[in-house]
Nanobody, 120 residues
Framework: QVQLVESGGGSVQAGGSLRLSCAAS????????MAWFRQAPGKQREGVAAINLGTGTTAYTDSVKGRFTMSQDNALLMNSLKLEDTAMYYC??????????????????WGQGTQVTVSP
């Protein structure tokens, strides 16, 4: 089993930055792939960013490319935040490379989430 705990969420004005962290514990040696998802009220959970922990290869959804950066310590640096980035953000883990990476159905482990609120 793997346990994930997110932190770093909060309220920020549009254009600001936040850094989300995801602390993993348990059988972390079994994890090859980490991702961040987000879910806004009334919307489906969507994949935001992901990383292959072995190769460092990253993937991003189009709406965050050039603004968000995911690193191998599972952190998600979010710059130039927009109102539409407001959501609950979740960390997720998979023992291999999930296909597709952006589908929440393919991930085995999830954190409880951390709220990000962007105001005008």
């Amino acid at each position: 089993q793997v346990q994930l705990v997110e932190s770093g969420g909060g309220s920020v004005q549009a254009g600001g930055s936040l850094r989300l962290s995801c602390a993993a514990s348990g059988n972390t040696y079994s994890i090859d792939y980490m991702a961040w998802f987000r879910q806004a009220p009334g919307k489906q959970r969507e994949g935001v960013a992901a990383i292959n922990l072995g190769t460092g290869t990253t993937a991003y959804t189009d709406s965050v490319k050039g603004r968000f950066t995911m690193s191998q310590d599972n952190a998600l640096l979010m710059n130039s935040l927009k109102l539409e980035d407001t959501a609950m953000y979740y960390c997720a883990a998979h023992p291999r490379t999930p296909v597709p990476w952006w589908s929440p159905l393919t991930y085995n482990y999830w954190g409880q989430g951390t709220q990000v609120t962007v105001s005008p």
